[in-house]
């Protein structure tokens, strides 16, 4: 009995140690590929999915997909915000957003805990995601801001 218990101890022990191995070597392999991805892809450092273009702009082509990489994160994906380790006000039905310079500034400025992303984020890009926000999401804001507007208060 002891010579079988050592044996079966011994077996999975081995195997085990092969699992470990396998995975290791898999582990190496899989960063192999994601660095000659990445280096293929030409990321700037800090960039790891390319979200940025050029002076740590964003990337993004209009106010929707702004919305979803930068403010969805805290705000929701449906912008009713959130109350979790921090307080991130609705943005859905939300009355604050009637005058556009507002938001703007907000995005610009920032304020309280939310950081002034703006500055990641061109004039017209401002502009997109603050009348994407003034125009979904239960709000219904039909007058634009544009990126000349933005420009004048950054």
Do not use: W
Request: charged content about 15%; some cysteine; glycine content about 12%.
């Amino acid at each position: 009995m002891g010579n079988a218990r050592f044996l079966l101890n011994f077996t999975l022990g081995a195997a085990v140690g092969v699992l470990a191995a396998a995975a290791a070597s898999a582990q190496t392999a899989g960063e192999a590929q994601t660095a000659a991805a990445m280096s293929a892809q030409t990321v700037k450092p800090g960039d790891a999915d390319g979200a940025f273009v050029t002076g740590g702009k964003f990337s993004e082509p209009d106010g929707d997909k702004m919305y979803r990489r930068v403010c969805a994160g805290c705000h929701m994906p449906d912008a009713k915000g959130s109350v979790a380790a921090g307080f991130y006000p609705a943005l859905a039905g939300n009355p604050k957003l009637a005058a556009g310079a507002y938001p703007v500034m907000i995005v610009l400025k920032g304020l309280h805990g939310m950081p002034p992303v703006g500055a990641m984020m061109t004039d017209a890009q401002v502009a997109d995601v603050v009348n994407h926000v003034r125009s979904h999401f239960g709000n219904h804001y039909r007058d634009k801001v544009t990126a000349a507007d933005v420009k004048a208060l950054r």
